[in-house]
Every structure is written in structure tokens, then in C-alpha cells.
């Protein structure tokens, strides 16, 4: 028997606490695949914040460290200064990036921190029961938005891959989608880029994976990557914004 | 004799049928009976010669049940 596909070496074989259809599965799966390609795994520290993927250490089979809520990219800077020749990156969905942590962030962004940061984006905050975030579209129905995100009200969604892209220091910026199998594999050379560029040491890299939530959308997991196709990728559209060349 | 072999581990499916949209011949199919020890109904693969290894359902699977092989 010729192995075509097999579960990475990345990846514990624990059952994942996360629901049905929940793509996080899948940008787990990447990220530790990419790290296992480049033989990178037993060197590797990730970060992971507080939210659905606060147990990602118990999956992920790479040291890793706990973080206070959207404060992973402050602590993947102090061990990135410290283990220089370690590939540490942050796991971080949108409750805690793009909001409790957005100072964070950027500023991990703008002092050009080398290392990676994989931001998880699926409009709504997961972990405490599908709260609005600032990453919900308009018109989507939450907990706290039982109407539809309004714009008077709640302002417009941040979009978080385009605010980094305008930091000078950041080196690599795209936007990917778990929707279909060839956006995974587009996903995939994504991480290995941002990978590839904390590896040659030039400066912050960032993927925003478009992920779904199919509890907290109160959807079918199909239904689920249909929304994101329809909903999401309109608003947060998909591609490269930055890339700094390595070996200038 | 099948060349490419889907193999579904029972026990880590949660029955969220991503693969079984993501499939372009429909060699897949969502579990009715038998669940496993979560509660989930598992996917089964009914072992079709249209396979052609496009690796399509791996790649959707958010809980690495899904292996490939072929058969040499």
C-alpha cells in the first residue's frame, strides 16, 4: 500500500474538542503539515490565545505556550528574541486578535517581530457562545446582535490582513479560505511562505485562514462553507497584499 | 479490484460530511446506523473503482480521519 494521504506526524492522535465541521481542524492539519515538510517540527514553539483554540496545545505535537487573552503575539516576541533560531508562531482566532488584542498585534507588526502569527477568522466569537466580534458582517445574527450586526450601531467589519499589510514592517500578508479543497491547498503555499519568510529572518508574517462556525452560525457544516463563500469572501477578499522578496 | 483505497477511521469522524461534498465521483456517503463512541454516525466509503486518489476528501476533513492509499 502506497500512502497518498496520511494524517501528519504534526498532529497528536487526540480526538479534537472541536464541532462537527469546524475548520479549525484543518488549519491545524496545515500548519503542522507545512512544519513537518520543512523538518521544522521538533524546533518549533507556537503560541496559542484563549478561545476555541486555547486546548490547540493538547493537538499540535510542538512545544507550545499558553497566552493571557490576545496577548500571543507579546509572548511570541519575547521567545522569538530569546530562541532566534526556533520558528515560533502564534494560533490566534478573531475574539482575541482582532479584538481584545488588536494593540497587540500591531505593534508585534510594526516593531517587525520575526515570526508568524495564523489568525483564524470566522466572524463571530466562538468559545463564549457566538458573541459579535469585530470581525461580524453586517447584517449577521449573534447572541449580542439578535437583529443582524447594524452600522449605525456597530460600526463596519475590521479587516484585519489589510490593516497589517499597511505596517511597514510587516513582510508577508495574505488572506486565505478553508472553503474548498483547491483554497486549502492554496492555504497550505500560503503557510509555507510565511514560514519561509520568518525562516530567512525578514520580518513579521501573517495568513488570515476565512474559517467557519457552524454552531454559532446555527448552520450545517455544508451550509457553513457555503455561507463563507457567498457572505465572507465578498467582504474579506482573498490574495497576497505583501510580500517582502527574501535574500534582499 | 479498486486501485486507490479510502480508509475512514470511525472512531476520530464526527460525520460532518465535509468530504462527502468535497467528492467529485460520490464514492462517499454520509453514516446512517452505527455511531461511534462520541454519539457520531461515521462516513463510510463504498470502496468504488471511480477513485482516482484526488485527495479531495483529506484534504477537507478537519479531524484527520481520512488516510489515501494505493494499492501497488
Same mark, same amino acid.
Given at each position: 500500500?502506497?500512502?497518498?494521504?496520511?494524517?501528519?506526524?504534526?498532529?497528536?492522535?487526540?480526538?479534537?474538542?472541536?464541532?462537527?465541521?469546524?475548520?479549525?481542524?484543518?488549519?491545524?492539519?496545515?500548519?503542522?503539515?507545512?512544519?513537518?515538510?520543512?523538518?521544522?517540527?521538533?524546533?518549533?514553539?507556537?503560541?496559542?490565545?484563549? %478561545?476555541?483554540?486555547?486546548? &490547540?496545545? +493538547?493537538?499540535?505535537?510542538?512545544? /507550545?505556550? !499558553?497566552?493571557?487573552?490576545?496577548?500571543?503575539? $507579546?509572548?511570541?516576541?519575547?521567545?522569538?528574541?530569546?530562541?532566534?533560531?526556533?520558528?515560533?508562531?502564534?494560533?490566534?482566532?478573531?475574539?482575541?486578535?482582532?479584538?481584545?488584542?488588536?494593540?497587540?498585534?500591531?505593534?508585534?507588526?510594526?516593531?517587525?517581530?520575526?515570526?508568524?502569527?495564523?489568525?483564524?477568522?470566522?466572524?463571530?466569537?466562538?468559545?463564549?457562545?457566538?458573541?459579535?466580534?469585530?470581525?461580524?458582517?453586517?447584517?449577521?445574527?449573534?447572541?449580542?446582535?439578535? %437583529?443582524?450586526?447594524?452600522? &449605525?450601531? +456597530?460600526?463596519?467589519?475590521?479587516? /484585519?490582513? !489589510?490593516?497589517?499589510?499597511?505596517?511597514?514592517? $510587516?513582510?508577508?500578508?495574505?488572506?486565505?479560505?478553508?472553503?474548498?479543497?483547491?483554497?486549502?491547498?492554496?492555504?497550505?503555499?500560503?503557510?509555507?511562505?510565511?514560514?519561509?519568510?520568518?525562516?530567512?529572518?525578514?520580518?513579521?508574517?501573517?495568513?488570515?485562514?476565512?474559517?467557519?462556525?457552524?454552531?454559532?452560525?446555527?448552520?450545517?457544516?455544508?451550509?457553513?462553507?457555503?455561507?463563507?463563500?457567498?457572505?465572507?469572501?465578498?467582504?474579506?477578499?482573498?490574495?497576497?497584499?505583501?510580500?517582502?522578496?527574501?535574500?534582499? | 479490484?479498486?486501485?486507490?483505497?479510502?480508509?475512514?477511521?470511525?472512531?476520530?469522524?464526527?460525520?460532518?460530511?465535509?468530504?462527502?461534498?468535497?467528492?467529485?465521483?460520490?464514492?462517499?456517503?454520509?453514516?446512517?446506523?452505527?455511531?461511534?463512541?462520541?454519539?457520531?454516525?461515521?462516513?463510510?466509503?463504498?470502496?468504488?473503482?471511480?477513485?482516482?486518489?484526488?485527495?479531495?476528501?483529506?484534504?477537507?476533513?478537519?479531524?484527520?480521519?481520512?488516510?489515501?492509499?494505493?494499492?501497488?
Amino acid at each position: 500500500m502506497l500512502p497518498l494521504f496520511e494524517y501528519t506526524k504534526g498532529m497528536r492522535e487526540e480526538h479534537t474538542s472541536y464541532c462537527p465541521g469546524c475548520t479549525h481542524g484543518i488549519a491545524h492539519r496545515l500548519i503542522m503539515e507545512a512544519l513537518c515538510e520543512r523538518g521544522e517540527l521538533g524546533r518549533a514553539i507556537g503560541v496559542v490565545p484563549i %478561545g476555541c483554540s486555547i486546548v &490547540a496545545h +493538547n493537538y499540535m505535537n510542538v512545544d /507550545m505556550c !499558553e497566552s493571557m487573552h490576545g496577548r500571543a503575539p $507579546a509572548i511570541a516576541s519575547g521567545i522569538k528574541r530569546v530562541h532566534p533560531d526556533n520558528i515560533v508562531f502564534t494560533y490566534q482566532g478573531d475574539g482575541d486578535l482582532a479584538s481584545i488584542g488588536t494593540g497587540e498585534i500591531i505593534h508585534a507588526a510594526h516593531r517587525g517581530e520575526n515570526f508568524t502569527t495564523f489568525f483564524i477568522n470566522n466572524a463571530v466569537y466562538g468559545m463564549t457562545g457566538g458573541q459579535m466580534a469585530p470581525t461580524t458582517l453586517i447584517g449577521q445574527k449573534t447572541t449580542t446582535t439578535a %437583529g443582524g450586526r447594524s452600522e &449605525a450601531a +456597530n460600526g463596519k467589519p475590521l479587516r /484585519m490582513a !489589510e490593516i497589517i499589510a499597511t505596517i511597514e514592517s $510587516a513582510a508577508f500578508v495574505e488572506r486565505v479560505s478553508l472553503d474548498s479543497p483547491a483554497n486549502v491547498r492554496k492555504a497550505k503555499k500560503a503557510t509555507l511562505r510565511a514560514l519561509e519568510t520568518q525562516k530567512a529572518g525578514v520580518g513579521f508574517s501573517f495568513v488570515e485562514f476565512l474559517s467557519t462556525c457552524p454552531t454559532n452560525w446555527g448552520l450545517s457544516p455544508i451550509a457553513s462553507l457555503e455561507w463563507l463563500r457567498t457572505d465572507m469572501i465578498p467582504y474579506y477578499p482573498l490574495g497576497n497584499f505583501k510580500t517582502k522578496e527574501i535574500g534582499r | 479490484m479498486p486501485q486507490i483505497f479510502v480508509k475512514i477511521d470511525a472512531e476520530k469522524c464526527k460525520g460532518c460530511n465535509l468530504c462527502v461534498e468535497a467528492c467529485p465521483k460520490k464514492i462517499l456517503s454520509s453514516g446512517r446506523d452505527a455511531r461511534n463512541k462520541y454519539g457520531y454516525r461515521a462516513v463510510t466509503a463504498n470502496g468504488s473503482e471511480d477513485c482516482t486518489g484526488c485527495l479531495n476528501c483529506a484534504l477537507m476533513c478537519p479531524d484527520g480521519a481520512i488516510a489515501v492509499y494505493k494499492r501497488q
